[in-house]
């Protein structure tokens, strides 16, 4: 978590308070391999960080092309 708070403070301008409520609010989670963090249709109401491992990305276009 402090190399993702290193990073944040690169980014931005942001005190230590803010940095406190930031951090209240965060939950770490760990997903097994293959795991969907959002589904087709769904719109997620959450920010991911990941601070390990891969993530892909794929959004399907109208004409039903998947893209990665």
Known sequence: METFLQTLRQMIRISDEEISIFIQKCERRQYARKAFLSEPGKVPNE???ILSGLLRVMVTDREG???T
């Open 47 to 49: 920010v991911f960080f």
């Open 65 to 67: 092309n998947e893209h």
